[in-house]
């Protein structure tokens, strides 16, 4: 099925346009949007679009093989899915198509808190693949409960994001009526009607639901009343004192996601985190950010030898994996392009956007004369 889809979408751009034809427009601005007036976002793409690479074609390489190693594990190519809140709104069941996904082509899939499928679900198709992304609740008995179901099903990889200490402002959200809990509008059945496929879905799986979270909800089942209860529990901003506290409470890997300084990095790496991801949200918390392009090699330079540095935000292609691998990543994550493909085609979209990322890169690397992806930094500057 993946190979016939080559043909239909063999880039990431063609998943984002039948993705656009697929759901409808509420859920789409929601997708590819950022916040305020969309400045980081275009920051990101116009930062990556400046990195370029040197060629060494009389020094070849042998065939480039995608192969990595993060915080001791080996992975087969050093990419990985970032935390998805809420995925079900853009296609039912995204999170398990990306979970199964993952473990099939060996790479890291990190489930969001705010994920419209359990851990436990996640883990059953994901394996030793899960990754877990913390928003730590205020509730000490709930942020340990998490943890814990977190380790019961072999999650090893606990990834904490510090850069949501107030939700970001959206304005085609609030235009949209996506708020919590959803407002519903003619303008929303309208453009619902228009996009059957997705309605039609959607109606068969329900409307999704934080699942993570529903253990704790008392089987509250009001939307206006499940909106107040994550408002209230989900609103402890992660400071250094949180992540002191998450550090002796987590004895796997801890990971600090949203780290955009080098003053943030050396306090990460003073806890004894395991890894970072230089990350600014995709450009959806602060539209002012700077880009991960522009921290990357300061922040390597600066904690690159006390832990691993990983990447995410604005990736749209292979070409940008390799960007950011030779500024100096580990391993680069990202969300939306995962997005577009099961929007596009399903569960097989998800493989498909990890096929494309896989292709381009290696096309990228035996281009260069590279022949692993941590050697991609000989080829910059």
């Known amino acids: 099925m993946v ?102 082509a060996n790479i890291p899939y990190v489930l969001s808190t705010l994920a419209s499928t359990s851990i436990e679900q996640a883990a059953a198709c994901a394996g030793s693949n899960l990754w877990f992304q913390l928003y730590p609740p205020k509730d000490q008995e709930i942020r340990l409960d998490l943890m814990q179901r977190a380790r019961q099903v072999g999650c090893n990889n606990l990834v904490v994001t510090i850069d949501v200490p107030v939700a970001g402002r959206r304005p085609n959200d609030i235009k949209n009526g996506l708020s919590v809990p959803p407002k519903i509008t003619l303008n929303s059945i309208y453009q619902t009607l228009l996009r059957p496929s997705w309605a039609m879905a959607t109606a068969l799986n329900g409307m999704p639901q934080f699942a993570n979270m529903q253990p704790y909800m008392n089987k509250l089942s009001n939307l206006e009343d499940v909106a107040n209860y994550i408002r209230s529990t989900l609103k402890e901003p992660v400071d250094l004192a949180m992540l002191k506290e998450l550090r002796q409470q987590w004895t796997g890997n801890l990971i600090v996601k949203g780290v955009l300084s080098v003053e943030d990095a050396k306090l990460v790496a003073s806890i004894n ?38 990447v995410d935000s604005g990736v749209e292609s292979g070409v940008d994996i390799a960007r950011y691998l030779a500024l100096g990543a580990k391993l680069v994550f990202s969300g939306r392009p995962y997005m577009y493909g099961v929007g596009a085609f399903g569960k097989e979209g998800a493989d498909q956007c990890i096929d494309i990322f896989s292709l381009e890169l290696e096309q990228v690397m035996n281009q260069l004369g590279c022949s692993s992806p941590h050697e991609l930094v000989k080829f910059i500057n």
């Open 3 to 104: 190979s016939k889809l080559n043909s239909r979408a063999p880039s990431i751009a063609d998943l984002k346009r039948r993705t656009q034809k697929r759901i409808p427009k509420f859920a789409y601005q929601y997708l590819v949007g950022g916040c305020n007036s969309d400045q980081a976002v275009a920051r990101n793409r116009h930062c990556l679009d400046e990195v370029a690479l040197h060629p060494a074609y009389l020094s070849r390489a042998k065939t480039a093989s995608l192969a990595t190693t993060a915080l001791g594990v080996q992975y087969d190519a050093p990419f990985g899915i970032a935390p998805l809140g809420l995925s079900g709104l853009i296609w039912p069941k995204a999170a398990e198509y990306h979970a199964t996904a993952a473990k099939k």
């Open 273 to 310: 985190a395991d890894a970072l991801i230089v990350s600014n949200h995709g450009g959806r918390q602060l539209d002012l950010a700077h880009t991960p392009v522009e921290m990357m090699q300061e922040i390597v330079e600066a904690v690159g030898d006390k832990l691993e540095v990983f």
